[in-house]
């Protein structure tokens, strides 16, 4: 959101379609295993309910919906389930520290949707800070970025009703 002098405007993109720019090693390589498979790779390729997936499956473990892979993660019954988390966590948190650099979101990030609800309160957000930080000589602007996790699941429905009743 950006304030225009008023009130605060949603800004409409499709943020998710950006490429994916993989930060460690590790991305790199998940980048070039989807790059050899799909072609481009994007940011929601990983970074989503069907990103997650992708994880587990690079890192070897069988097909599984992300809400499985979520729970096992969280229950500590998949350590594979774990790093996928742990890895969709370092992605995530990349690219929210890349955007907030590019719009110098000062007044804050907002983290909104299922996974990130569902997993970050539990993961905690280390791993997901150190990534959005790690913006080498402007990690200080990151690092003083405030980042919010929406835990809301009507969002997009009282998104849409403050909308309507203006």
Not at 15 to 41: C, D, I, M, Y
Not at 69 to 93: H, M, Y
Request: net charge neutral; hydrophobic share 40%; glycine share 14%.
């Amino acid at each position: 959101m950006v304030w225009d002098g008023g009130h605060y405007k949603v800004i409409p993109g499709e943020g998710g379609h950006l490429g994916f720019s993989p930060q460690t090693l590790e991305q790199g390589k998940l980048w070039r295993s989807l790059l050899a498979k799909n072609g481009r790779v994007t940011t929601e390729d990983i970074v989503s309910g069907p990103g997650l997936e992708r994880i587990y499956a690079f890192l070897g473990g069988r097909p599984q919906q992300a809400e499985e892979i979520g729970k096992q993660a969280l229950r500590n019954t998949d350590p594979l389930a774990k790093q996928a988390v742990e890895l969709w966590l370092s992605c995530f948190g990349a690219f929210a520290g890349d955007l907030a650099l590019h719009w110098l979101a000062q007044g804050g990030v907002y983290l909104a949707g299922g996974i990130a609800a569902k997993l970050m309160p539990h993961f905690g957000p280390t791993i997901f800070l150190e990534a959005f930080n790690a913006k080498r000589e402007h990690h200080h602007l990151a690092e003083n970025t405030p980042v919010y996790l929406v835990t809301e699941e009507r969002l997009g429905l009282l998104g849409a009703l403050a909308l309507a009743s203006k």
